[in-house]
C-alpha cells in the first residue's frame, strides 16, 4: 500500500464511530490515533501526523475553531477532513475557507472515506514533491524542474551554466565554493575551462539577479556563495 504508515489523527466525540475509523483505516495499513476532543487533540503533535479526520461539531471547542487554531495560530499545515452531519451550503465553505481539504457529510460509508483519505493523502505528497522542487528566497523562486527563474513574479532567462551556478548556491546558503568546486561541479573534470569563465558566468548571473545582485558574494582567495 503506497500510503502504509501514514498517521492519521482521529477527532471526534462519537467514540462508536472513533472505534469503526480506527478499525478500518488500520485494516488500510494506517497508523490512526484518536483524540475525543478538539482540546485533547491540541495535546498531541499535531504536526507529526499525515491527516486530521475532523468534527465539526464538538464543544466547547468547535472543529471549526481548532481548524482555525491550527492554522492561524500554531501554523501546522496537515491536511485536514471535516467530519459533519452540517451540510449547508455556508457550512462547507467556512470549512474551505479554514483550509479544509475535503469535507464530507454525515452518515457516511466507510469505502467512501476511505477512497477520500487516500485522494488528499495521495494530493498532499504530490504537493509537497512539488514545493520542494521550487527554491524560494524572498523575491527569487528557482524552479528546478522547469529550470527558470522567476524574480519578483517575473521570468528571468538564465543560460544552463548560469542557472546550475545559481541552484548551487541556493541549495547551499553561506557555503563558499572555490572556482575550481564551481569548474568540477558544473563544467565537469572533461571540459577545458579556465577559473574566469566562472568569474564571466557569475558576473552576468549578479546582472539578471538585479537587486539580489549584491547577495552573490565573493570571499577574497576562497571564492563565492549566496547569502541575503
Not at 492519521?8 to 488500520?26: A, H, P, R
Not at 496537515?78 to 475535503?102: C, M, Q, W
Request: a negative charge; aromatic letters at 8%.
Amino acid at each position: 500500500m503506497a500510503d502504509k504508515g501514514k498517521r492519521i489523527l482521529i477527532v471526534d466525540d462519537e467514540e462508536d464511530l472513533c472505534e469503526i475509523l480506527q478499525y478500518n483505516l488500520s485494516n488500510e495499513g494506517y497508523n490512526t490515533e484518536i483524540a475525543h476532543s478538539a482540546e485533547e487533540a491540541l495535546k498531541r503533535p499535531l504536526g507529526n501526523f499525515d491527516l486530521v479526520l475532523l468534527d465539526v461539531m464538538m464543544g466547547p471547542m468547535s472543529g471549526f475553531k481548532f481548524a482555525d487554531k491550527l492554522r492561524k495560530e500554531l501554523k501546522i499545515d496537515v491536511p485536514v477532513i471535516f467530519l459533519t452531519a452540517k451540510d449547508t451550503e455556508n457550512d462547507i465553505l467556512t470549512g474551505f475557507s479554514l483550509g479544509a481539504d475535503d469535507y464530507i457529510s454525515k452518515p457516511f460509508s466507510v469505502n467512501e472515506l476511505t477512497a477520500r483519505v487516500k485522494a488528499v493523502l495521495k494530493r498532499s505528497y504530490s504537493d509537497k514533491v512539488e514545493s520542494k522542487s521550487i527554491l524560494q528566497f524572498n523575491g527569487i523562486d528557482l524552479d528546478t524542474v522547469r529550470k527558470r527563474l522567476i524574480i519578483n513574479d517575473e521570468r528571468v532567462e538564465l543560460t544552463k551554466k548560469e542557472y546550475e551556478i545559481l541552484r548551487t548556491l541556493l541549495e547551499n546558503q553561506g557555503k563558499v565554493f572555490s572556482r575550481e568546486d564551481l569548474l568540477m561541479r558544473i563544467w565537469g573534470q572533461d571540459v577545458i575551462v579556465t577559473e574566469r569563465t566562472v568569474d564571466v558566468n557569475i558576473t552576468r548571473l549578479r546582472t539578471k539577479l538585479g537587486q539580489f545582485g549584491s547577495s552573490l558574494k565573493n570571499k577574497t582567495g576562497y571564492g563565492y556563495f549566496f547569502e541575503f
